[in-house]
């Protein structure tokens, strides 16, 4: 979590984006208007893939579209 604090910092992004840690299979935080997946789901198969998916969906909120 500390590299992508700095990270963001780096890019000036520490005021509007936050870092999480969750168990993407179980569930997400409701805080964030967005979450970001990079390089995530390449590393699951398509049946881990599709369990994440369903999470963001889940924790969407309801006027997000999905």
């Given at each position: 979590?500390?590299?992508?604090?700095?990270?963001?910092?780096?890019?000036?992004?520490?005021?509007?984006?936050?870092?999480?840690?969750?168990?993407?299979?179980?569930?997400?935080?409701?805080r964030?208007?967005?979450?970001?997946?990079?390089r995530?789901?390449?590393?699951?198969?398509?049946?881990?893939?599709?369990?994440?998916?369903?999470?963001?969906?889940?924790?969407?909120?309801?006027?997000?579209?999905?």
């Amino acid at each position: 979590m500390a590299e992508a604090h700095r990270y963001l910092t780096t890019q000036g992004l520490n005021g509007g984006a936050d870092v999480a840690v969750c168990d993407m299979f179980v569930s997400l935080s409701p805080r964030g208007d967005a979450d970001l997946l990079s390089r995530v789901l390449a590393d699951w198969g398509d049946g881990e893939a599709a369990r994440i998916l369903r999470t963001c969906a889940t924790a969407a909120p309801a006027t997000a579209g999905y």
